[in-house]
């Protein structure tokens, strides 16, 4: 199962979770503080990773491990898209190419387009949205 965090196998799948998470997170926190590496430049290597080690089989071991410890970062982004890619494929052959990366993404992508646009809203328009203070930095 690739979500063991929830089949009630008790709180150290939490703790995996947690700690894989928190692994994933030192290298970027790193190249932050020590290199001129803009956010985004390390954001996208992120989501590269996650294809790449997707791609070699590397990543699935991993999310079987730590669930919600390896999907949530950058990396799971990579890793949803390269595993739709790859059903897409298998069910409609190379146009699964083209549709197979956001069939698996859609959701986060809608959110992320959804959550800007509010904040943008917000910020237009004083106006209370508690909920949203959370993803806005005002």
Known sequence: STRRAFDGGGNMNYLYSFIIGGLFCIPAQILLDKT??????????????????????????????ASTGATIPLTGFGFSSTKRVKEAIDKDGALGILYGGLSGTAAGISAAILLSFLCKIKKKIDFPLQFIKIYCII
């Open 36 to 65: 001129k590496l803009t956010n985004a430049r390390i954001l996208t290597f992120y989501v590269i990773a996650g294809v790449i080690l997707s791609g070699v089989g590397i990543y699935m071991p991993i999310v079987e491990f």
